[in-house]
DNA sequence: CCAATCAGTTGCTTGATGCAACCGAGTGTG
DNA sequence: CACACTCGGTTGCATCAAGCAACTGATTGG
């Protein structure tokens, strides 16, 4: 999306949009909130190219908002987790989430449903748990498939598309 | 941020970025929430290259998140509105302006505020009002210049950035 | 008549992205 | 043992988007 700063900028939207602005830098975020850890896993779900997953990945290494891990020597081998600041971005996800089921529907319904891990209440536009009122973090919540994305699913066997 | 399209994704939170995840977009939006409504208040806010403002601005009245309406005839003139769609970016954008608050810190403290106009109460990261409660829309809420904004404008008497 | 304002457009250059091929260490298969 | 495959990248080259400056067209003000 963007090179990458916007000098001059007294604001912290700008600030925030010069670290996770970039292209492919809120989608990779996304796909380690799905639980991929891995660089071929985020290449392949993303079908980003393979120099720019790197640089990207290393940003946000970086930027502290993932921690690469090794999980094996010999040879080298990483996964990146989400770090406190990564896993706070989590309320932006869930407002482009909102934003997105609303007003740029998928056929047959939301392709991805949040919920509250302790008592499975749906989640709100703003993070809240619709049953108990709490206003949840990142931890606090899973996703399950919702029905957009299952009726995708039916339609191609393959496309396993986050 | 991004060229444009996220083929394959079957993901809201993609299916937003298509729409405003380029570079600049969500920052024109920005600016228009903050009451610039014309071309050249925006271009000489933003610091954006003229063509990318007019391409950017084409792209969100197209998507029907901002309005543009002419407000004068010989030469005709015109400015712009936000949409529903485009207020309902709100919570987008307080979610994104929280996270750089907190970890792009400007000196002397934020450099804007977000308030209930109603009740005056203080805007928290979700968009809800820490006072009375109520969770918040767009046309809800003012802003007010914070102290990192009030330091910054008296260090550098011009710098009209928002 | 000349300069300025406003909302763009045009042309050219620079920089970011996409694509495919390659690398290096190790594993699995015949 | 040779060969293919996996994984996590890097490199080189072509293409596309962004930045910059100059220009347009209509109108007002001096």
Redesign the pocket.
Known sequence: ????DYPDQICSIAKSLEVIG???SLLIVRDVFNGHR????IQTSL????????????RLVDEDILE?RR?Q????????FLTEKGLDLWPTLIALLNWGDRYSPTPGGPPKLIRHKECGGPVSERGICEDCGKVLHARDAIQVPGPGRLAAMAGAGAAESA
Do not use: C, D, K
Not at 38 to 41: A, I, L, N, S
């Open positions: 999306m963007l090179r990458r970039e292209r492919w891995r660089f071929g896993e079908g980003v190219a393979r120099n720019v997953l790197s640089a990207r990945l290393q690469r999980y020597e010999n040879p080298a081998r990483y996964e990146y």
